[in-house]
């Protein structure tokens, strides 16, 4: 009996006391039931926090309005907007990555200037294109195509192309003229990742060349609207000396009585790209002009072509970017 009366005494004192025994983690360390609590309600605010910050403020000019997306939905949207979904995976990859960092870049630059939108959605930044409007222009290929693209964007998300530790300003164009151009003959500034490479799979484009055939008036009043010129004399006088860089796009040229910058000339005229020569004859201006863009970085028909050579996407963009890292 005796022994009975000290078995229920040590249940007992082991019922009221169970709670205050530490617990076993999910995690591994023991923790108490308490402690356990403040931990989920944390975590959950992190959670919270994390996905507050992964989303995107972008501007769009068309309807001066300011959208909040999610930022891989940016990401895929980008991508869809600035290279075609028919081009090589890794070329898409290459895309990705370099739309991802831009967008780093890019909100590195607003901390500083506490601007209301990440970015904006046009050609001064990045396009973007919703899901419906991917949906209305791959019509029956939707289902194939996007699967493809977020394929391509999510194995290689949230990765950074850095230089010095830094996001870079990954910019790109369409298509050189066989050879990408130094920032600082476009810009002005020098960037040092963003030099001249050579990119001759761009000259394989069905697109690599245009041709643009002006009257002399037509010529006179596009410069003119843009740019106070004095013409005068003979219309195949008009053109003086041109001068050129390594990539072959003009960084000035003699009209008349004034000397412009090639960038000049091609927004006057919407050139595809500053890289043009021009003619006289029959009483017309005959421009040809090769690749398309301002050729600074990557090339996006390039990165194509060296997708198709069997080079992976980092590789790519290591060869468009000098002497950066991805990570």
Not at 225 to 244: C, L, P, Q, V
Request: hydrophobic share 35%; charged share 30%.
């Amino acid at each position: 009996m005796r022994r009975f009366l000290i078995l229920a005494l040590i249940i007992a004192i082991f019922t009221v006391s169970a709670p205050l025994i530490a617990l076993p983690d999910s995690d591994g360390p023991l923790i108490n039931l308490n402690e356990k609590a403040e931990k989920s309600a944390e975590t959950t605010t992190e959670q919270a926090e994390e996905k507050k910050e992964k989303t995107v403020k972008v501007f769009s000019p068309s309807n001066e309005t300011v959208s909040e997306i999610e930022e891989r939905e940016y990401i895929i949207g980008c991508v869809a907007g600035e290279m075609p979904v028919t081009y090589e995976k890794e070329a898409l990859k290459a895309q990705a990555v370099a739309c991802y960092t831009f967008l780093k870049w890019k909100q590195a630059q607003n901390d500083s200037e506490k601007t209301d939108a990440d970015i904006s959605d046009s050609t001064l930044h990045q396009s973007f294109m919703t899901k419906d409007e991917m949906k209305e222009k791959w019509g029956k290929s939707f289902d194939k195509y996007y699967k493809k693209l977020t394929e391509a964007v999510d194995s290689v998300y949230g990765k950074t192309i850095t230089y010095k530790g830094e996001p870079i300003m990954a910019v790109f164009h369409a298509l050189s003229p066989g050879k990408t151009e130094d920032a600082e003959n476009v810009w002005g500034y020098k960037v040092p990742y963003l030099k001249s490479v050579p990119s001759e799979g761009d000259k394989l484009s069905p697109s690599f060349s245009t041709t643009l055939v002006l009257s002399d008036e037509e010529f006179k009043k596009l410069i003119s609207d843009a740019e106070k010129i004095d013409f005068s004399g003979k219309a195949e006088n008009w053109i003086k000396e041109i001068d050129r860089t390594d990539a072959g796009t003009v960084r000035e040229i003699g009209i008349c009585n004034k000397t412009l910058t090639g960038e000049q000339v091609r927004n006057a005229l919407s050139l595809k790209s500053s890289a043009f020569t021009v003619k006289h004859a029959e009483n017309s201006f005959i421009f040809t002009v090769n690749g398309y863009g301002h050729f600074v970085g990557m090339s996006q028909y390039g990165a194509d072509y060296l997708a198709k050579q069997g080079f992976k996407y980092d590789e790519i963009l290591k060869h468009y970017y000098t002497g950066v890292k991805i990570e």
